[in-house]
């Protein structure tokens, strides 16, 4: 029964994405008749662009944060352990870490070249840089504050999104001085923002994964199964529906 609730949920989110472009555009073209006049249909556009941040941000933190997986009796041929295991554990870990402070700094960089103009904040040298993946990596670890940075993580994404709704609204030029622009040679920085986050969702599940109660501490993961990599699926499909959201909305 709960996972035709879910299933159905989802169904609903899906639908409302992709209506919800057409509906978007009749509010712009309302709102370009008095473009210099603030109107309802203004508030309404400049609004609508919070709701797709917002069902991603609710989305991931319910579906995509706190994971559970099963926990039968360990047969020593299907472990992970060993030299496997650190390289696995070192790479997910830098890996997530590097993506979660670029992605920080992304923010960051954004504030300060669109509100803070003739203010220079330069870029983290190497050494900044291994800090903050050090520090991200601490906080990975520890259960609490690893939820405490998925969170950040989301309100990251929505401050990001709320950005470039206001660079495309205003038809604010992005060029290279942006850090963002550098990211996958894409002109659609909205695209650019959800694959990030998509790369960071994917990581933090393996983390998740090899992480999962009492497996570092014994130093033994057990193997996936195929269920395992059923949220790699719902990650997917779920995003694919953002994408369409996105291009059907440019």
């Given amino acids: 029964m709960i996972i035709k609730n879910n299933t159905k949920k989802l169904l609903v989110t899906l639908s409302f994405l992709l209506i919800l472009p057409f509906v978007q555009k009749q509010w712009f073209n309302l709102y370009s008749l008095n473009i210099n006049d603030i109107s309802f249909y203004s508030i309404l556009y400049y609004l609508s662009g919070v709701i797709c941040p917002s069902l991603v941000y609710i989305n991931s933190l319910k579906n995509y944060t706190h994971y559970k997986f099963t926990r039968e009796k360990i047969h020593s041929i299907k472990l992970i352990k060993g030299k496997r295991l650190l390289f696995l554990v070192a790479v997910n870990l830098v890996f997530l870490s590097y993506l979660i402070a670029d992605y920080i700094y992304i923010n960051f960089d954004l504030i300060i070249n669109l509100f803070l103009d003739g203010i220079n904040v330069p870029k983290p040298d190497i050494q900044e840089l291994f800090f903050f993946i050090f520090l991200i990596s601490i906080l990975l670890i520890f259960k609490k504050s690893k939820f405490l940075l998925k969170k950040i993580i989301l309100v990251n994404y929505i401050l990001i999104s709320l950005y470039l709704w206001h660079l495309q609204i205003n038809n604010i030029s992005v060029d290279d001085q942006f850090h963002i622009y550098r990211y996958f040679g ?23 994964f090899l992480s999962y109660k009492t497996n570092l501490s014994d130093w033994i993961v057990p193997k996936p199964k195929k269920g395992d990599f059923t949220p790699f699926l719902n990650i997917f499909i779920f995003y694919f529906f953002i994408i369409i959201y996105y291009s059907l909305l440019t």
Avoid: C, G, H, P
């Fill in 186 to 208: 894409l002109n659609d920085l909205n695209l650019i923002n959800l694959f990030i986050l998509v790369a960071i969702e994917i990581s933090f599940y393996t983390w998740s």
